[in-house]
């Protein structure tokens, strides 16, 4: 299975590092900049095409971030993609959660039980490749925490290293694995 991630567009609370979590924002209207990483990333993608399946989260940022891309009419919502839900932490500057939880967060984030566990993302995520494992090519607009979180347990086989890496957003990455 081949599966092309891209991390949504920059929202306001991104710029601001503000936890979005499950709270549905909008991304920024998109600069020249931005727009030209868009049409780098979308030759990459055409150089992949076509996709068996063209997906995003139920979330307005990945919904939007899609319509950049010019796939608004292809993907389709997939709740197994949200966003980790952050519960207290949604909403508020990200350097509150590093002052309360730092380490913990950054070295073991299981330990950590939000609006959601990191076991109940990591059950989402393996739902996810169970229902999509006859798929060859995947292209997806989604979320950091989930990306990251994919990332750790094909990588690392330990969705616990999910946060020894960034991705930033409007990043293209490029999973190759066998289900």
Known sequence: MHIFLIRHLQTN???NGIIQG???IPI?????????????????????APFDSILHSEYQR?????????FEQQAKVEPLLNELDFGQFEGKPRKELMTEYGELWLN????????ESLSELGNRI???INKYKDKKKIL???????????????????????NQHTID????IHMDFKV
Request: glycine letters at 6%; proline letters at 3%.
């Open 169 to 172: 957003n409007n990043t293209l």
């Open 62 to 70: 990945t919904i939007m971030t899609a319509a950049c891309y010019g």
């Open 13 to 15: 609370f991104n710029k």
């Open 108 to 115: 073991e984030p299981e330990k950590i039980v939000f609006g």
């Open 126 to 128: 393996s739902s996810f």
């Open 28 to 48: 920024i209207e998109p600069n020249i900049e931005i727009l030209q990483k868009i049409k780098v990333n979308q030759r990459l993608i055409e150089a992949e």
């Open 140 to 162: 997806i607009f989604g979320h950091g925490a989930w990306m990251r979180a994919l990332y750790a347990m094909l990588y690392y086989k330990n969705i616990s290293k999910m």
């Open 22 to 24: 499950k709270l549905d």
